[in-house]
């Protein structure tokens, strides 16, 4: 005798979506990732930056009549500056799914570092010198680009979690 199965009727609709809301969080975080990934390339480029910029901005010679204390606390900021874009960038090539929304401390990171360079934008636009910024135009549009870029991954990897589950 023939064993009959009992018939399961499913909403194929509701669980398709289902399947393809998974299938399109899983995507939409890989693709995070991997801006997250390009974030920290970017800062890395902006370390890289900082190694010629001294000389082509004449730090030396412009600090040159600056008391020798004055000079060691400019270098000091200096480094220190490279030391934590060092570690943002280590933070994204690290710990990228947590900054893209798998923990809240990941959130919380991404959120400050996006901050940290809408603040910097802000300062470019309004505080550094405009005759320097216009002898460097091209340098200088380059790296806002480049800030600009970082704010929007950081901010949407912060964000991502309340808006786009």
Same mark, same amino acid.
């Given at each position: 005798?023939?064993? $009959?199965?009992?018939?399961?009727?499913?909403?194929?609709?509701?669980?398709?979506?289902?399947?393809?809301? #998974?299938r399109r969080?899983?995507?939409?975080?890989?693709?995070?990732?991997?801006?997250?990934?390009?974030?920290?390339? $970017?800062?890395?480029?902006?370390?890289?930056a900082n190694v010629p910029l001294p000389g082509r901005l004449r730090v030396? #010679?412009?600090?040159?009549?600056?008391?020798?204390?004055?000079r060691q606390i400019f270098y000091v900021h200096w480094v220190y500056i490279i030391i934590v874009l060092g570690l943002f960038a280590a933070l994204c090539?690290?710990?990228?799914?947590?900054?893209a929304g798998?923990?809240?401390?990941?959130?919380?990171?991404?959120?400050f570092m996006a901050a940290f360079w809408l603040l910097r934008i802000l300062l470019?636009?309004?505080y550094y010198d405009r005759e320097i910024r216009r002898d460097n135009r091209v340098l200088d549009v380059l790296y806002l680009?480049?800030?600009?870029?970082?704010v929007v991954i950081l901010g949407m990897a912060a964000l991502r979690p309340v808006f786009w589950t």
């Open positions: 005798m023939r064993q $009959v199965l009992p018939l399961k009727i499913t909403n194929s609709t509701t669980e398709g979506t289902e399947v393809h809301r #998974e969080r899983a995507m939409n975080t890989t693709w995070m990732i991997r801006v997250i990934w390009g974030a920290g390339a $970017v800062q890395v480029g902006i370390i890289a030396r #010679e412009r600090l040159a009549g600056v008391p020798n204390f004055v090539f690290g710990f990228a799914p947590d900054l798998a923990s809240a401390l990941g959130r919380f990171l991404s959120g470019q636009i309004s680009a480049s800030l600009f870029m970082l």
